[in-house]
């Protein structure tokens, strides 16, 4: 095995898909959502490429013998994203406090608990838990700072299914029904696909924020309020 080669394909999700297969990318969707480590993954580009490699189009822009299960990843992939956020959750709650009390930490900053309760309040837990999965990194640490704050376990567990059978279903399929059309273009214009993924995983919470926008200045015209546009600190 190449190890260098291993360690560049990491951040690639192209080569993963193409050299790690179906239970790689199942261990990878539960790292990265699971272990704080593994916030480096390319989750979303990652579930997209593997339902081309479900589709008929894997053979065309993954190579021969890339083929994989459909039905093994649907299953399989949001099994690992939900058990993944459960074990953060878990480490959370019980070593949470410790974990980011480093203010000298480069990867468990106090900053994230404190941001993570503006988008508790902001969207309230059920609404946060699902809108982070389509979020890179922030799928990651939300979990255990969802912990950290004492979420209750079985609140957390609910909207953790519920968020991780979207996410992982919703990009395997576009992947999946997709592949055809990607087959033919995804070598020659990857770096453009790479960010409409991004585009397609940001925009559940982009879709929130600006209704939950016009919902404050819908109730600030009622109410006779002066609307404002810009940022509103608290005191």
């Known amino acids: ?10 951040l ?14 199942l261990a ?36 021969e013998g ?28 019980r070593i949470g406090p410790r974990m980011f009390d480093k203010p000298n930490s480069k990867i468990f900053r106090p900053e994230y608990v404190v941001k993570a309760e503006e988008y508790f309040e902001k969207f309230g837990p059920a609404k ?10 922030v799928r990651t640490f939300l979990n255990p ?19 991780g059978v979207l ?6 399929l576009i992947g999946y029904f997709t592949g055809a059309q990607l087959a033919p273009v995804i070598d ?4 453009p696909a790479m960010a409409l993924i991004i585009l397609v995983s940001v925009s559940p919470i982009l879709f929130e924020v600006l209704r939950e926008r016009k919902k404050k200045k819908a109730g600030a015209v009622e109410s006779g309020e002066p609307v404002s546009s810009g940022r509103h600190r608290k005191g």
């Open 1 to 10: 095995m190449d190890y260098n080669q291993l360690a560049v394909n990491l």
């Open 12 to 25: 690639d999700a192209k080569a993963l898909v193409a050299s790690v297969g179906a239970i790689g990318i």
């Open 167 to 172: 996410w992982t279903e919703s990009m395997l």
């Open 28 to 63: 990878i969707i539960f790292a990265e959502t699971g272990l704080l480590v593994g916030f480096f993954f390319p989750g979303d580009s990652l579930l997209i490429l593997a339902g081309v490699a479900a589709s008929s189009a894997a053979s065309s822009v993954l190579g």
């Open 66 to 93: 890339a083929q994989m299960s459909i039905a093994l990843l649907l299953i399989g992939a949001p099994l690992c994203a939900i058990a993944g956020a459960q074990l953060g959750h878990y480490f959370g709650g």
């Open 188 to 191: 020659k214009y990857l770096l």
């Open 128 to 137: 946060a838990v699902v809108l982070a999965r389509f979020i890179p990194i």
């Open 145 to 163: 700072v969802a912990g950290t704050l004492e979420m209750p376990a079985k609140t957390f567990f609910v909207w953790n299914v519920v968020g």
